[in-house]
T-cell receptor
Framework: EAGVAQSPRYKIIEKRQSVAFWCNPI?????LYWYQQILGQGPKLLIQ????????DSQLPKDRFSAERLKGVDSTLKIQPAKLEDSAVYLC???????????????FGPGTRLTVL | GENVGLHLPTLSVQEGDNSIINCAYS??????FIWYKQESGKGPQFIID?????DKRQGQRVTVLLNKTVKHLSLQIAATQPGDSAVYFC???????????FGTGTRLKVLA
């Protein structure tokens, strides 16, 4: 089974520029997450989708970040305009419900490493 | 991702020894926890989980211990191998949500 795909893997931009990241979740996974992982820290949830609807975007800086999941499959995360502090790895994950735990198990993509100069 | 563990606490162990990685969680109401392994250039990978109605769970070469009294988790890796070198994160599930809060992580270095 193919895993979560993300592109690009690396991106370098200057501050105030715009950037977009793409995620293709595992087929059949209804829930999709975007995380921001700053160097030396654990991933922080930015937004969670259930199919094409937003479940939680409480930690998404909405003045500059936006995300969409049209048709409930692929998703894009955009930053416009970027700031220096946005330099991080952006991880996408999709999840599958496990009946033994009653929880969703998340599968992460390799991430996109963003450097803002 | 790459260099994700640059400034993290580091545990160095000799190949073949046992490793113990610790984690303190924040929410006393959290009832489900996961340990993830993150290798350089990759996303976190599920290792083992535990529900709050248990205090110990064993997998293949890994054991997770949960102490709810002091809000502490540990991950024990038996007979540590070079392939175990990675950054390890604990994550707690926020009750009633699908949301997880990740700890800061520990870098494990296995010495040959």
């Amino acid at each position: 089974e193919a895993g979560v795909a993300q592109s690009p893997r690396y991106k370098i931009i200057e501050k105030r520029q715009s950037v977009a990241f793409w995620c293709n979740p595992i087929s059949g996974h209804a829930t999709l997450y975007w995380y921001q992982q700053i160097l030396g820290q654990g991933p922080k949830l930015l937004i969670q989708f259930q199919n094409n609807g937003v479940v939680d975007d409480s930690q998404l800086p909405k003045d500059r970040f936006s995300a969409e999941r049209l048709k409930g499959v692929d998703s894009t995360l955009k930053i416009q305009p970027a700031k220096l502090e946005d330099s991080a790895v952006y991880l996408c994950a999709s999840s599958l419900y496990r009946s033994d735990t009653g929880r969703d198990e998340q599968f992460f993509g390799p991430g996109t490493r963003l450097t803002v100069l | 991702g790459e260099n994700v563990g640059l400034h993290l606490p580091t545990l160095s162990v000799q190949e073949g020894d046992n490793s113990i990685i610790n984690c303190a969680y924040s929410n006393s109401a959290s009832d489900y926890f996961i340990w993830y392994k993150q290798e350089s250039g990759k996303g976190p990978q599920f290792i083992i989980d535990i529900r709050s109605n248990m205090d110990k769970r064993q997998g293949q070469r890994v054991t997770v211990l949960l102490n709810k009294t002091v809000k502490h988790l540990s991950l024990q890796i038996a007979a540590t191998q070079p392939g175990d070198s990675a950054v390890y994160f604990c994550a707690e599930n926020i009750p009633g949500t699908y949301k997880y809060i990740f700890g800061t992580g520990t870098r494990l270095k296995v010495l040959a």
